[in-house]
T-cell receptor, first 114, second 112 residues
Framework: EPEVTQTPSHQVTQMGQEVILRCVPI?????FYWYRQILGQKVEFLVS????????KSEIFDDQFSVERPDGSNFTLKIRSTKLEDSAMYFC????????????FGSGTRLTVV | DAKTTQPTSMDCAEGRAANLPCNHS???????VYWYRQIHSQGPQYIIH???NNETNEMASLIITEDRKSSTLIRPHATLRDTAVYYC?????????????FGAGTTVTVRA
């Protein structure tokens, strides 16, 4: 069964450093998403991406966040200057074009900011 | 999107059916009911969705009441690997690009 692949599985970074989280969505999917989950809290929407542009973003997704699909296969989330409160599991997801189809999520990257 | 209400937790015996209720009394006619689950430390996993008819797939069955104000997810023969948080999510149909609003879900523990 096709999978969404995320790397690395765990990233530790110092506060103020830039991090890039990587995702390889399922190849025939057209809609891409990032969600995050702070330990013990709900899964929260960050951003959706379609046709090489952001289609929706949440209040969490401020100027320190950016997304990119640089080569037609990878989908990245960059956090420019990490803060302690950015520590969370970050999940990438992708979806087919059919309107009501479910998402496929990756297994996540655990980001720890120290 | 309409709000959903789920029990905080429930236990289920291995091999028995797990019946997970969800209340969505303010659901409107064009809103679908989706179910996802999240096994510990993994990404959420899509299970099933429906509009008004009951639905079944290889993972579960979804029973939606006639007035659509509530639904039940049924996992017919629960195994220990079905221990997870189960999320019931309602969203408007028709948009190709949509976000999911996760609540706290129901923590299901399957016991041997």
């Amino acid at each position: 069964e096709p999978e969404v692949t995320q790397t690395p599985s765990h990233q530790v970074t110092q506060m103020g450093q830039e991090v890039i989280l990587r995702c390889v969505p399922i190849s025939n999917h057209l809609y891409f998403y990032w969600y995050r989950q702070i330990l013990g809290q709900k899964v929260e929407f960050l951003v959706s991406f379609y046709n090489n542009e952001i289609s929706e973003k949440s209040e969490i997704f401020d100027d320190q966040f950016s997304v990119e699909r640089p080569d037609g296969s990878n989908f990245t989330l960059k956090i420019r200057s990490t803060k302690l409160e950015d520590s969370a599991m970050y999940f990438c997801a992708s979806k087919r074009a059919l309107a009501n189809y479910g998402y496929t999520f990756g297994s996540g990257t655990r980001l720890t900011v120290v | 999107d309409a709000k959903t209400t789920q029990p905080t937790s429930m236990d289920c015996a291995e091999g028995r059916a797990a019946n997970l209720p969800c209340n969505h009394s303010t659901i409107s006619g064009n809103e679908y009911v989706y179910w996802y689950r999240q096994i510990h430390s993994q990404g959420p996993q899509y299970i099933i969705h429906g509009l008004k008819n009951n639905e079944t797939n290889e993972m579960a069955s979804l029973i939606i009441t006639e007035d659509r104000k509530s639904s039940t997810l049924i996992r017919p023969h629960a195994t220990l690997r079905d221990t997870a948080v189960y999320y019931c999510i309602v969203r408007v149909a028709g948009s190709n690009d949509y976000k999911l609003s996760f609540g706290a879900g129901t923590t299901v523990t399957v016991r041997a």
